[in-house]
């Protein structure tokens, strides 16, 4: 993976957290590594509604000083509304903030590591499983 830049979803940084040494193994190799702007609100809600929410935000916010934030623009706005309107073509919807967090990998360019499966039906997006 050298070299690599990489989009990350909500349950790959928790999986980072919790110490997976698969996930830690496949951010150390990353040359790169990009938060799509949906990803660090779901964390900071997980962190706020936690027993201990001032530490769990310091180490969320360690790990945010390690990336780069995708933040919403036209493209990815542009790139939500297509994403949104071929699933349900499809029949296949999926969480809101999902399709956000595709459309700012889309707009990047780059692949998105996940856990959820339901990725894979977004056409043209790259799907790593971490």
């Not at 962190?47 to 929410?53: D, I, R, T, V, Y």
């Not at 769990?56 to 000083?65: C, I, K, S």
């Not at 969480?95 to 894979?120: K, Q, S, Y």
Request: hydrophobic fraction near 45%; charged fraction near 25%; proline fraction near 5%.
């Amino acid at each position: 993976m050298a070299g690599s830049r990489v989009a990350v979803d909500t349950n790959v940084v928790i999986a980072l957290l919790q110490g997976d040494d698969e996930v830690v193994g496949n951010f150390e190799q990353c040359d790169e590594i990009l938060l799509p702007f949906p990803v660090k609100g779901e964390l900071f809600f997980g962190a706020l509604k936690s027993g201990n929410p001032e530490r769990n935000a310091e180490r969320l916010d360690q790990v945010f000083a390690k990336c780069v934030t995708i933040p919403s623009s036209r493209e990815v706005e542009v790139r939500y509304a297509r994403i949104k309107l071929g699933l349900s073509a499809k029949g296949r919807p999926i969480p809101e903030n999902d399709i956000w967090v595709a459309a700012c990998a889309g707009a990047e360019g780059v692949p998105l590591a996940t856990r959820d499966r339901h990725f894979e039906s977004i056409e043209g997006l790259d799907v790593l499983v971490w």
